[in-house]
């Protein structure tokens, strides 16, 4: 039996029914909206915030750069993790998690420390992006893999877009 292109799969590899597909393909969706608006809503004043708190031009660059260490550091091991457990959700809720300690900890930072620390926390909470992919993929058939792909990225993009944008208009 085959399904009209662009719908949700009745079943899945996860033997979810048709409800709880569509109930788990909108949860990642919105999550990943949020996670990164939450993420890129102080790009466009992040530096300024730092020269703000103190931070020499060299201290900036160093908390700009932070969001990449903290992904470097733990995108492998994480996503080993979850091919070791087999379970996706924990580490995207992780990730989650980390994004909103982090985007409250740069709006809240009293120094530079602190800022880098959060931007750190940021970094190690979208090293958890392979993990919500996969999740999000495990909702459709694996011959729709690709579609699905293409559907989160389209939904990260949004998300980048959205975030960078709002955080030049706050700024």
Same mark, same amino acid.
């Given at each position: 039996m085959t399904e009209p292109s662009g719908t949700i799969p009745a079943t899945t590899t996860t033997g979810l029914t048709e409800s709880e !597909? @569509? +109930?788990?393909?909108? !949860?990642?969706?919105?999550?990943?909206?949020?996670?990164?608006?939450s993420l890129y809503l102080y790009v466009p004043f992040l530096p300024l915030r730092a020269a703000e708190l103190g931070?020499?031009? !060299?201290?900036? $660059?160093?908390?700009?750069?932070?969001?990449?260490?903290?992904?470097?550091?733990? +995108?492998?091991?994480? $996503?080993?993790?979850?091919?070791?457990i087999g379970r996706r959700k924990p580490f995207a809720v992780g990730s989650l998690v980390l994004a909103t300690i982090g985007g409250l900890g740069l709006a809240l930072a009293p120094n530079t420390g602190m800022l880098l620390a959060a931007r750190l926390l940021t970094g190690a /909470?979208?090293?958890?992006?392979?993990?919500? !992919?996969?999740?999000?993929? /495990?909702?459709? @058939?694996?011959?729709?893999? /690709?579609?699905?792909? /293409?559907?989160?990225?389209t939904v990260w993009a949004a998300g980048l877009v959205l975030g960078t944008f709002s955080g030049g208009v706050v700024a």
């Open positions: !597909t @569509r +109930r788990g393909v909108i !949860t990642v969706t919105v999550a990943t909206i949020f996670l990164y608006l931070a020499s031009n !060299t201290m900036i $660059g160093v908390v700009v750069a932070g969001f990449a260490v903290g992904q470097v550091v733990l +995108r492998l091991p994480i $996503g080993i993790g979850a091919d070791l /909470s979208v090293a958890g992006w392979v993990a919500i !992919t996969v999740l999000f993929s /495990s909702y459709y @058939r694996p011959e729709d893999t /690709s579609k699905a792909m /293409s559907r989160i990225m």
